[in-house]
């Protein structure tokens, strides 16, 4: 006698591996980096940029602002004018994510931001959502 398909499709799951169920596809990377005297030394706030789909410049502007230090681009590496912790600045970069990258309609990462004067224009790719925010940089 053969096996119902319930007996085979059990044996099956058994065998497969146990995997690890996350809502979250977007995720934003920690910065590296380090102290030098009285300035951190940021190496990897390009690719953080790049992965955020956003200019390094904008990024640069809004760490700064809510730092409240000044900042320097050299080649690959940025250069914050105080000593700041890598969770501070990881804490101000997920703040960064959130108000200009994650889409306020669906939540997710799909967007894309323009400027024109010092309006800028958020369009969600996944859901259509378009609105607009004066920029606070």
């Known amino acids: 006698m053969l096996p119902d398909y319930h007996q085979l499709l059990k044996a099956a799951k058994d065998v497969l591996p146990d995997t690890e ?6 995720r934003v990377p920690n910065v590296k980096g380090h102290l ?7 190496s990897n706030l ?6 955020l789909h956003r200019p390094i ?3 640069l ?12 681009q050299a080649k690959q ?14 804490e101000k970069i997920q703040a960064y994510a959130e108000e200009f990258v994650i889409c306020r309609e669906c939540g997710k990462p799909d967007t894309k931001l ?15 959502a378009r ?5 606070k940089i």
């Open 114 to 128: 323009n400027k024109e004067g010092d309006i800028y224009y958020f369009k969600c790719q996944a859901c259509g």
């Open 77 to 90: 590496l940025v250069i914050l004018g105080s000593k700041l912790s890598a969770s501070k600045i990881n």
């Open 21 to 26: 169920k996350t809502e979250e596809r977007f």
């Open 57 to 59: 410049k904008h990024l």
């Open 61 to 72: 502007k809004y760490l700064a602002r809510e730092l409240a230090t000044t900042t320097e």
């Open 131 to 135: 609105y607009t925010f004066t920029s």
């Open 46 to 51: 390009n690719q953080i940029a790049d992965h």
């Open 36 to 42: 030098q005297g009285a300035k951190t030394v940021i």
